[in-house]
């Protein structure tokens, strides 16, 4: 019923192979606009070009270090048994033997299959990414855990982003990125950053009176004042009145000299 409030009919039957909706007419016409300025509009000149070339480069070195002949050799810099490696320290730093036995027998496996290329040009791109999204996502993390209001206007878009799918903004993407990295980053990023700014909020809220009692006085911000130590944290966790404790709400003041 939505829908047809907006189509009321229209727009809606099977067309033949050559036949275009005014609504297909639009769309077309409006990437025609998009790729004809491209080049000459300010705001792809200066700003979109710009984004677009900085992904390009960023994905592109790590395609260099792991998956591309790079630097004027005919290998990349690290090398498939350096990646291989890599990836197995790391698993069993932060892991166990199994997981790291795991690891390595998942990145060998690339190679085996014939896809080491592949799949070494998505790990960059999702590299990348995951940067990016640690960038963008804690601050704004640490903002949304000690500013409520910021808080409630963040929270219904990253709800969006976070329930419509990834190709959702991909098809639009491209129009402004063009098909390559910079729009599968984009997409990515946008996808990746609200669980970001999400554990960054609830990491912040969490933190428990007592542990802010002991603070040492060297870590409170200058030019404030709150009771003993002087640091400014949010009025408690976003939980319920009647169940979550009271903590000190601080007021910024200037220091006694």
């Given amino acids: 019923m939505l829908i047809w409030v907006f189509v009321q009919g229209r727009d809606t ?57 790079s630097f004027g050799r005919p290998l990349p810099v690290i090398g498939w048994l350096g990646v291989v490696a890599v990836a197995t320290a790391v698993a069993l730093l932060w892991g166990n033997l199994r997981v790291a036995l795991l690891t390595a027998i998942g990145f060998a496996s690339f190679g085996l299959l014939g896809l080491w290329e592949e799949s070494m040009d998505t790990l960059a791109l999702t590299f990348a990414a995951v940067v990016l999204s640690l960038l963008i996502g804690i601050p704004l993390g640490v903002w949304a855990g000690v500013n409520d209001r910021f808080n409630r206007l963040v929270t219904p878009l990253l709800d969006f982003m976070q329930t419509m799918p990834t190709f959702v903004y991909l098809a639009p993407l491209t129009l402004f990125f063009l098909i390559g990295p910079a729009s599968a980053t984009v997409a990515t990023v946008i996808y ?62 200037p220091s006694p000299r």
């Fill in 13 to 69: 039957f099977q067309l033949g192979g050559a036949e275009l909706t005014p609504l297909h007419v639009s769309i077309n016409e409006a990437s025609e606009v998009i790729d004809n300025s491209r080049n000459e509009n300010p705001f792809f000149l200066y700003f979109v070009n710009y984004i677009r070339l900085f992904l390009d480069e960023s994905v592109t070195f790590v395609q260099a270090l792991i998956s591309q002949p």
């Fill in 192 to 253: 990746a950053v609200p669980p970001a700014i999400r554990i960054t909020a609830h990491g912040i809220r969490e933190v428990r009176p007592a542990i802010l009692e002991r603070a040492p006085p060297s870590a409170r911000p200058p030019g404030s004042r709150c009771g003993r130590y002087g640091s400014r944290w949010p009025s408690g966790p976003s939980s319920s009145a009647s169940t979550r404790p009271s903590w000190p709400r601080c007021a910024w003041s």
